[in-house]
């Protein structure tokens, strides 16, 4: 009889339990392992929504653009010729259009000097008068060695070399003085350009270059050292040589320069 009640007290707790909800046993790894997939989860979800930041650069004006190629040159005519860097620069903005007006692109004249007795290559263009001469180079740097023998070159424009050399503003109203344009506003403009570009910064990294050493090594060489500013063309240009000229006297392969550098230029 015992043993009829013990099976029979076995069979009944076996249905209880196979009658139960079917809920699954979770272990507390799988609840720890459940746990990290919903913090990954969140991790990726914040992830998603952040937002990229990018950084835009601003892209360089065609002024800039015209700064940037010509101030080496604009600076190294006011070493040789005491023309203010400041003045020059304007004068090239303005009267070439940035480098954009007809005379710059097919004549490579950016300052709009009129024939005047010139014997070379010419181009005639509408200004104060129908079909006037102007000159015509065969580069833009032409051009910009023209414009410093012009003034330096022409009587009238003498009493403008008895300035300060980084008084822009006494530049500007002596070129319309002297007669080099006739827009009564020329003075203006070139201030204006000057001083929205801080054009005058280049004149005084040339007034701050006083400690240009330059020594002669014979009749024919000059030993200089390099400072802000210098660059293979400018000191070409500076010294009435070239570059290839400096560079083979050098042993130079590259035009890289680094201030304080000695180099010896043919003279």
Same mark, same amino acid.
């Given at each position: 009889?015992?043993?009829?009640?013990?099976?029979?007290?076995?069979?009944?707790?076996?249905?209880?339990?196979?009658?139960?909800?079917?809920?699954?046993?979770?272990?507390?790894?799988?609840?720890?392992?459940?746990?990290?997939?919903?913090?990954?989860?969140?991790?990726?979800?914040?992830?998603?929504?952040?937002?990229?930041?990018?950084?835009?650069?601003?892209?360089?004006?065609?002024?800039?653009?015209?700064?940037? /190629?010509?101030?080496?040159?604009?600076?190294? !005519?006011?070493?040789?010729? %005491?023309?203010? @860097?400041?003045?020059?620069? *304007?004068? +090239?903005?303005?009267?070439?259009?940035?480098?954009?007006?007809?005379?710059?692109?097919?004549?490579?004249?950016?300052?709009?000097?009129?024939?005047?007795?010139?014997?070379?290559?010419?181009?005639?263009?509408?200004?104060?008068?129908?079909?006037?001469?102007?000159?015509?180079?065969?580069?833009?740097?032409?051009?910009?060695?023209?414009?410093?023998?012009?003034?330096?070159?022409?009587? /009238?424009?003498?009493?403008?070399?008895?300035? !300060?050399?980084?008084?822009? %503003?006494?530049? @500007?109203?002596?070129?319309? *003085?002297? +007669?080099?344009?006739?827009?009564?506003?020329?003075?203006?403009?070139?201030?204006?350009?000057?001083?929205?570009?801080?054009?005058?910064?280049?004149?005084?990294?040339?007034?701050?270059?006083?400690?240009?050493?330059?020594?002669?090594?014979?009749?024919?060489?000059?030993?200089?050292?390099?400072?802000?500013?210098?660059?293979?063309?400018?000191?070409?240009?500076?010294?009435?040589?070239?570059?290839?000229?400096?560079?083979?006297?050098?042993?130079?392969?590259?035009?890289?320069?680094?201030?304080?550098?000695?180099?010896?230029?043919?003279?």
């Amino acid at each position: 009889m015992k043993t009829v009640v013990k099976y029979t007290v076995i069979i009944v707790l076996a249905f209880a339990f196979s009658c139960g909800p079917k809920k699954g046993i979770v272990t507390k790894k799988e609840r720890n392992k459940e746990n990290t997939e919903i913090k990954d989860n969140t991790k990726e979800t914040k992830t998603d929504t952040e937002k990229e930041v990018v950084k835009v650069t601003k892209p360089l004006s065609n002024v800039d653009v015209y700064i940037n /190629r010509f101030s080496p040159i604009a600076r190294a !005519k006011m070493q040789t010729s %005491k023309i203010p @860097a400041s003045i020059t620069l *304007a004068q +090239g903005i303005l009267e070439s259009g940035v480098g954009k007006g007809r005379l710059a692109v097919e004549a490579n004249n950016h300052f709009g000097i009129k024939c005047h007795g010139w014997k070379g290559a010419k181009i005639y263009h509408d200004d104060d008068s129908s079909q006037e001469c102007f000159r015509k180079y065969e580069k833009p740097e032409s051009s910009y060695d023209d414009h410093s023998e012009f003034l330096t070159g022409r009587k /009238r424009y003498a009493n403008l070399f008895k300035l !300060k050399p980084d008084d822009y %503003k006494g530049w @500007a109203k002596g070129l319309k *003085a002297a +007669g080099y344009a006739t827009d009564r506003k020329y003075p203006q403009k070139l201030i204006s350009l000057i001083e929205r570009y801080e054009l005058y910064k280049y004149d005084k990294e040339v007034l701050g270059n006083n400690s240009v050493e330059i020594i002669p090594v014979n009749s024919g060489v000059l030993r200089y050292v390099i400072v802000k500013g210098d660059t293979l063309y400018s000191l070409a240009k500076r010294f009435n040589t070239s570059v290839g000229a400096i560079k083979d006297l050098n042993n130079m392969t590259s035009n890289d320069l680094n201030l304080g550098q000695q180099i010896m230029i043919p003279n």
